[in-house]
Nanobody, 118 residues
Framework: QVQLVESGGGLVQPGGSLRLSCAAS????????MGWYRQAPGKQRELVAS???????NYADSVKGRFTISKDNAKNTVYLQMSSLKPEDTAVYYC????????????WGQGTQVTVSS
């Protein structure tokens, strides 16, 4: 069984920073990709950033230049450093990972709330 556990959400003022973490644990042979999605009230879940096993990154246009995704392979952990936060970044942020055991399966974390407000 695989679990993704997120941490680091909270309330921050506009212009502030937060760092999200997501640790994968359990039966893991290898991790193909990890990423962060977010879902604001009344909106669809959207990709924020992703990182491949080789370290290639991809960002939503709305966060380019403000957010940075990184990973620690030894800890099976992915991070999202968020800077210059805006009220429109307010959402529940979900960690996502494609993990290989006998087959490749996609797993989701439980979500962590990020609120940007003065």
């Amino acid at each position: 069984q695989v679990q993704l556990v997120e941490s680091g959400g909270g309330l921050v003022q506009p212009g502030g920073s937060l760092r999200l973490s997501c640790a994968a644990s359990g039966s893991i042979f290898s991790i193909n990709d990890m990423g962060w999605y977010r879902q604001a009230p009344g909106k669809q879940r959207e990709l924020v950033a992703s990182i491949t096993s080789g370290g290639n990154t991809n960002y939503a246009d709305s966060v380019k230049g403000r957010f940075t995704i990184s990973k620690d392979n030894a800890k099976n952990t992915v991070y999202l450093q968020m800077s210059s936060l805006k009220p429109e970044d307010t959402a529940v942020y979900y960690c996502n990972a494609r993990i290989r055991n006998l087959i490749i399966r996609t797993y989701w974390g439980q979500g962590t709330q990020v609120t940007v407000s003065s």
